[in-house]
């Protein structure tokens, strides 16, 4: 439980709550990262599911809006709806590094310090069945059309659009179902602004609310700051009969390439290509072997 103390303050600064505010704001430390900066190096790139809220007409339920770079066009979004989500994934997976590892974009505009600002909760996966969701804070008291992003840590949306809001895989409690390493999904979920979803301290979370036609969450794209691009593991080869078996490490935004070549390593011909599953980490393809064969040698090669 908090406690809150009434104080005489001369300045607005001295009400600021304790985390980065609105970008471009006199005396305000932000961490908001610009759609153009050269941190990104890939945006997310499909979707799993989108479950739409209430409130939301069909004219913003369209996800592939949310593919690519972000953009400060307000109408090129995808609306959740009160209490709706969305999972996407990338052409990579994001992977841990040095600082934020991705941020999250939404459309909301500014009032600087304040703005409308729509919220929603973080999950990260490596598999797609364990999501895992980054610690929050809100310290707003009420219902309100003007939010002070210094009151806010651990939610997308607290920033206008054309910036996005940061988060760093770093701060996720260590989990033997989370590879850090191989983040393959980002899932958001709307807050209903009435304060009756709370943050990880057991706080209400105020945002705009009630809203009609576009209410929730709007999501405008995910850029990617440090993608895993390396090898990825061969998890099974089994020949059986006529067949060989062969499992691999996939990402859903990467499709893969199956080579065999036969009697030596020197002379590799395609097989067939595979996108990398939707619902897991790992795609599995069943091929036949060429009878009459002294060697045949298979491997896996990803590409975009």
């Keep these: 439980m908090r406690f809150t103390i009434a104080l005489l303050a001369t300045t607005a600064a001295a009400l600021a709550g304790p985390y980065p505010g609105a970008p471009n704001t006199q005396g ?3 961490d908001a990262i610009g759609k153009d900066s050269p941190l990104f190096v890939s945006w997310a790139k499909g979707h799993v599911d989108y479950v739409w809220g209430t409130n939301v007409s069909s004219s913003w339920r369209t996800p592939a809006k949310a593919y690519g770079k972000a953009t400060e066009d307000v109408m090129d979004i995808v609306c959740l709806g009160d209490n709706g989500k969305i999972t996407m994934y990338f052409p990579h997976p994001i992977k841990d590094g040095a ?3 991705f941020a999250v974009f939404e459309n909301s505009f500014s009032i600087t310090p304040t703005g409308f600002f729509e919220l929603a909760f973080v999950e990260v996966s490596s598999d797609g069945v ?3 969701r980054f610690p929050s804070d809100s310290l707003t008291q009420a219902v309100t059309n003007s939010i002070d992003p210094t009151n806010v840590s651990g939610l997308a949306g607290k920033y206008p659009a054309g910036y996005g809001t940061p988060f760093d895989l770093a701060v996720l409690a260590a989990s033997p179902l989370l590879d850090k390493g191989n983040i393959r999904f980002v899932r958001l979920i709307d807050i209903l602004g009435n304060g009756s979803a709370k943050d990880s301290s057991g706080d209400p979370i105020y ?8 209410a929730g969450f709007d999501l405008d794209a995910i850029g990617v700051i440090h ?6 593991r061969m998890l099974e080869s089994v020949v059986a009969g006529a067949s060989i078996q062969l499992i691999w490490e996939s990402n859903p935004g990467t499709s893969y390439r199956v080579e065999r070549s036969l009697g030596s390593l020197s002379n590799w011909q395609p097989v067939q290509v595979v996108p990398g599953v939707t619902t897991g980490g790992s795609t599995a393809l069943s091929a036949p072997v060429p009878a009459g064969e002294s060697a045949c040698f298979w491997r ?3 590409v975009e």
């Design 28 to 30: 305000v430390t932000t």
């Design 130 to 132: 364990n999501f895992f």
């Design 207 to 214: 945002d705009p609310y009630p809203n009609t036609g576009s």
């Design 99 to 101: 600082g934020v590892d």
């Design 227 to 232: 993608q895993n691009d390396g090898d990825f």
């Design 300 to 302: 896996v090669v990803g």
